[in-house]
């Protein structure tokens, strides 16, 4: 991720903390968004995979999103004792409640078609505060080392802010990634994750950018 990126995004941050406290602020004991079960719910993107017919890209996605997904799982196991907001709390528990599956799914298609699965991808619960992205980081949406600091010492309003306009981030990234992997992919349980995701996160982008205070 360029330097020139980082700034931006942080700038992103300063400008809409103000109004996004008092928006989170107020959204405590609302109801946590659609209550929809994530881009987990695919039966045939859990299905077990077989070394059938799959192509390079089909390796690629899953080889990219599991990293990507341990970020998002990093970044919402921080949220029950941080935030302040039960809306964020309640997103961060149905983000970790879709992605946590799909990185086993993933695994074990990599595993069955012989290539490498990322570090900690079978076993997400091996994946401690912390875990080093960085040979991840020019992945769209992926945040830096220092976001990701900056993230596990906030707390209150200020972590509600941080983690909504970081999450937004990183949905975007992964919607971009599983567009491509449709386009391309040949796999046909790994486009139906793919599609869930594209869904789900495109969704959960417009229900995060509400608790903002945005359009």
């Not at 209550?35 to 899953?62: I, L, P, R, Y």
């Not at 991808?121 to 900056?150: F, I, L, V, W, Y």
């Not at 983690?163 to 349980?189: D, L, R």
Request: with cysteine; aromatic share 2%; proline share 3%.
């Amino acid at each position: 991720m360029s330097s020139t990126r980082t700034l931006t995004r942080r700038a992103t941050l300063a400008a809409t903390a103000v109004t996004a406290a008092l928006v989170l602020a107020g959204c405590g004991s609302a109801d946590g968004g659609s209550g929809h079960s994530g881009h987990g719910a695919s039966s045939s993107a859990s299905a077990e995979a077989t070394a059938g017919a799959h192509n390079a890209q089909d390796v690629a996605f899953a080889q990219g999103m599991i990293p990507h997904h341990q970020q998002a799982l990093e970044m919402a196991r921080l949220a029950p004792d941080r935030a302040s907001s039960a809306q964020v709390k309640d997103l961060a528990s149905r983000i970790e409640k879709a992605q946590d599956p799909e990185i086993r799914t993933m695994s074990g298609w990599l595993t069955a078609w012989g290539e490498d699965v990322p570090a900690s991808g079978g076993s997400t619960e091996s994946s401690m505060p912390g875990m080093d992205h960085s040979a991840h980081s020019g992945m769209p949406g992926m945040m830096d080392a220092a976001d990701m600091e900056k993230l596990r010492k906030a707390s209150g309003a200020d972590f509600d802010t941080m983690f909504v306009t970081m999450m937004i981030e990183h949905h975007e990234g992964a919607v971009e990634m599983a567009t491509t992997q449709k386009s391309k992919g040949e796999y046909e349980p790994a486009v139906a994750m793919a599609d869930d995701i594209v869904t789900a996160q495109t969704a959960e982008i417009s229900e995060m950018n509400k608790l903002l205070g945005r359009n």
